[in-house]
């Protein structure tokens, strides 16, 4: 998504965890881009721990340098509030926001009942909407515009889900003590371990992957595993995965 993006606005893509920006290299910039996934209606815990890690604005800063900053949260159906969330948490550190949208992608949330992957006809009806609205995002992009309510989908009882539900979500779902492996199917090729973004996955000398303790709830593992042996407590039992080029 970022890269797509990236190459239609003619701008440079970063990932986050790389993209620790300084004041100096902000002065070099006039627009940003935040681009993540929705998890539990709001920020990624990764994403909350970027962004507190970010240097605080000057006051007058961003009007003097004509910052423009944006953000496209991709999710499966909702956001909630995220963008109030973000908006909140870059406000804190002085960073303006002019622009949220967000966009439907592939389900990827498994873990609790009545959540699975998309049906590969909704996955074809998400893929035909998003080229188009990411056409009409980027338009909005290039002329720096300020986004409208319109630009997100808050879905049915935004304020219950983003304030309510996601601290209790938060809670007792987004960490990986859940997480085991189904020793019977594992064939310790080691692809969770290598695409877990951090580094949260180790494997035994058994081959098979134990988890320590650092986890934003991505779900690669999951969905990577080529022998679906990746369980999540009993929730994941009969759940789809998604196809992950790794
Ligand atoms: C832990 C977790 C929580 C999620 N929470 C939401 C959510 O609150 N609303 C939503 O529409 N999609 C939610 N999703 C789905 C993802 O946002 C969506 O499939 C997509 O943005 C995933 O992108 P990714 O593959 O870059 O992680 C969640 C996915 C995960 C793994
Ligand atoms: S890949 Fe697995 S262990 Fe690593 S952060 Fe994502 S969910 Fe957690
Ligand atoms: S990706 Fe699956 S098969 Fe490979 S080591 Fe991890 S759990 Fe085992």
Redesign the pocket.
């Given at each position: 998504m970022a890269k797509v993006l990236a190459e239609r606005l003619g701008e440079q893509e970063s990932k986050m965890e790389k993209a620790l920006l300084e004041i100096e290299y902000l002065k070099s910039l006039n627009s940003i881009g935040l681009i993540f996934p929705v998890y539990g209606w709001g920020l990624p815990l990764a994403v909350e721990q970027w962004i507190d890690r970010l240097p605080s604005l000057p006051v007058g800063f961003a009007a003097q340098q004509a910052l423009y900053v944006y953000s496209v949260l991709t999710c499966g159906d909702d956001i909630g509030r995220t963008d109030a969330l973000l908006r909140q948490r870059l406000a804190a550190k002085g960073w303006p926001l002019q622009a949220v949208f967000s966009v439907q992608m592939r389900n990827t949330y498994v873990c609790l009942p009545g959540f699975d992957t998309d049906q590969p006809d909704l996955v074809e009806t998400k893929e035909k909407v998003l080229q188009e609205r990411l056409k009409a995002i980027a338009a909005c992009i290039d002329r720096r515009q300020d986004s409208t309510k319109a630009d997100v989908t808050p879905g049915s009882f935004p304020w219950l889900k983003t304030y309510v539900l996601r601290p209790l979500f938060n809670s007792w779902l987004t960490n990986?003590r859940h997480f085991h492996v189904d020793t019977k199917q594992c064939i310790g090729c080691g692809r969770c371990e290598r695409?877990?973004?951090?580094h949260?996955?180790r494997l035994t000398k058994e081959n098979a992957p134990e988890?320590m303790g650092h986890?934003?709830?991505?779900?690669?593992?999951y969905h990577v595993c080529p022998k679906h042996a990746i369980r999540y407590g009993l929730f994941t039992k009969g759940k789809g995965q998604v196809r992950i080029n790794f």
């Amino acid at each position: 998504m970022a890269k797509v993006l990236a190459e239609r606005l003619g701008e440079q893509e970063s990932k986050m965890e790389k993209a620790l920006l300084e004041i100096e290299y902000l002065k070099s910039l006039n627009s940003i881009g935040l681009i993540f996934p929705v998890y539990g209606w709001g920020l990624p815990l990764a994403v909350e721990q970027w962004i507190d890690r970010l240097p605080s604005l000057p006051v007058g800063f961003a009007a003097q340098q004509a910052l423009y900053v944006y953000s496209v949260l991709t999710c499966g159906d909702d956001i909630g509030r995220t963008d109030a969330l973000l908006r909140q948490r870059l406000a804190a550190k002085g960073w303006p926001l002019q622009a949220v949208f967000s966009v439907q992608m592939r389900n990827t949330y498994v873990c609790l009942p009545g959540f699975d992957t998309d049906q590969p006809d909704l996955v074809e009806t998400k893929e035909k909407v998003l080229q188009e609205r990411l056409k009409a995002i980027a338009a909005c992009i290039d002329r720096r515009q300020d986004s409208t309510k319109a630009d997100v989908t808050p879905g049915s009882f935004p304020w219950l889900k983003t304030y309510v539900l996601r601290p209790l979500f938060n809670s007792w779902l987004t960490n990986d003590r859940h997480f085991h492996v189904d020793t019977k199917q594992c064939i310790g090729c080691g692809r969770c371990e290598r695409l877990c973004p951090l580094h949260n996955i180790r494997l035994t000398k058994e081959n098979a992957p134990e988890w320590m303790g650092h986890c934003t709830h991505c779900l690669a593992c999951y969905h990577v595993c080529p022998k679906h042996a990746i369980r999540y407590g009993l929730f994941t039992k009969g759940k789809g995965q998604v196809r992950i080029n790794f």
